[in-house]
């Protein structure tokens, strides 16, 4: 086994690095086993969700892409990674929040007509998008599991909102948020082999963290840290890496491993 030029990008809304080291096993189990590598992500300003989603896939900060609060409302108008994956001929789709349509495929964003596309002239070509932040994460991680068996994407983003909503609703220092780490760990590990099998390199990571009293947006650690978990089938990793990169790695470690041109604006170093 070889991995392929395919990806999936877990993307926990809201997933805090210590919560996820600590309360997620399976992936723990694949750190130990060196069947994956495990960073620590410093992630960008301001720790807000549809600025990071744009930042995760242009690889720039804020003031460089301009999605400056979740108020701002358009598509994306950098390179990214929908965009480089098509245009490089390959298969993009998503299973995310409406943000994510709004963000690459159209705004606003229409309920209906954009909740589910299978149209090869969208950036994100298979969509399944949700608008409630209570949306069940084993409904969003079946539909992710469906893409991979009937469309085989290039790339896949896996966007889970759990943590965010019980983070914002009980705290991060709480059993329900921690409780949750667990629930989408053993959702994942009832996915990860079967993409593994496939060749997908599969990255987990998060937006941004939450504080102990239910918020986001500021500077501090559990607010900023979040955790990578990345997984290259038939390759010996490197388990717990003890190295800190940043969120702007990601997009041309994404693009790398797809085997498409980085675009220029992502200038971070790649992870590989
Ligand atoms: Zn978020």
């Known amino acids: 086994m070889t991995p392929a030029n395919k990806v999936v990008l877990v993307l926990s809304d809201g997933l805090r690095y210590d919560v996820a080291v600590q309360n ?11 069947l994956a590598s495990l960073y620590q992500v410093t992630g960008e300003l301001p720790t807000m969700s549809r600025p990071m989603y744009e930042t995760v896939h242009t690889g720039l900060p804020v003031m460089a892409h301009g999605i400056y609060s979740n108020q701002v409302v358009r598509r994306s108008n950098q390179s990214n990674i929908f965009q480089a994956t098509v245009d490089a001929g390959k298969t993009t789709a998503a299973a ?3 943000w994510f349509s709004e963000l690459y495929n159209r705004a606003p964003y229409d309920p209906i007509n954009d909740r589910e596309v299978d149209d090869p002239s969208l950036l994100i070509q298979h969509g399944r998008f949700y608008m409630q932040d209570d949306f069940p994460d084993i409904e969003l991680f079946s539909s992710a599991g469906l893409l991979v068996r009937r469309f085989q994407p290039d790339y896949l983003l896996v966007h889970p909102m759990g943590m965010d909503h019980l983070g914002e609703t009980y705290g991060a220092d709480s059993y329900e948020y921690r409780k949750n780490a667990i629930r989408q760990d053993v959702l ?16 987990v990571t998060g937006d941004h963290g939450i504080s ?8 501090t650690p559990d607010m900023r840290m979040v955790p990578l978990f990345f997984i290259q089938p038939g390759i010996t990793c490197e388990g717990d890496t003890g190295k800190t990169i940043s969120h ?20 971070a170093p790649t992870i590989i």
């Open 212 to 219: 102990s009293d239910r918020m986001h947006g500021g500077t």
């Open 248 to 267: 702007l790695q990601l997009a041309p470690t994404v693009c790398k491993l797809l085997d498409v041109p980085i675009p220029e604006t992502m200038a």
């Open 96 to 98: 995310a929040y409406w």
């Open 188 to 203: 994942l590990a009832n996915l990860i082999p079967e993409w593994m099998a496939l060749g997908y390199n599969i990255l």
């Open 24 to 34: 997620m096993g399976f992936l723990g189990h694949l750190i130990e086993s060196r």
